[in-house]
């Protein structure tokens, strides 16, 4: 059974930082094109950031500068480093693996991030 469970949401101050943290197993993690998407209210789910098994990475414009995804292929875990935070930073982050071959994929539950102006 495929699970992908993220961590590190809350509460932030603006210009403040988070971590996020997303574990996947029952997948080989290291056939799998790793994402972070975020939805915030009334909104369409939209990709934040990107890492290949390669870790040839893509971002969001919106993040670029201030977001940095990474990977840690031994651990099955991929991150998402949040600096300089905003308000239009609130969402529900979800991680996403997407096979490279199948183009399967399979998603978190997400966690929530809120960031107070």
């Known amino acids: 059974q495929v699970q992908l469970v993220e961590s590190g949401g809350g509460l932030v101050q603006a210009g403040g930082s988070l971590r996020l943290a997303c574990a996947a197993s029952?997948?080989?993690?290291?056939?799998?094109?790793m994402g972070w998407y975020r939805q915030a209210p009334g909104k369409q789910r939209e990709l934040v950031a990107s890492?290949?098994?390669?870790?040839?990475?893509n971002y969001a414009d919106s993040v670029k500068g201030r977001f940095t995804i990474s990977r840690d292929n031994a651990k099955k875990t991929v991150y998402l480093q949040m600096n300089s935070l905003k308000p239009d930073d609130t969402a529900v982050y979800y991680c996403?693996?997407?096979?490279?071959?199948?183009?399967?994929?399979?998603w978190g539950k997400g966690t929530l991030v809120t960031v107070s102006s």
């Open positions: 996403n693996a997407r096979h490279i071959i199948s183009q399967m994929v399979y």
């Open positions: 029952g997948i080989i993690f290291s056939s799998h094109t």
């Open positions: 890492i290949t098994s390669a870790r040839s990475t």
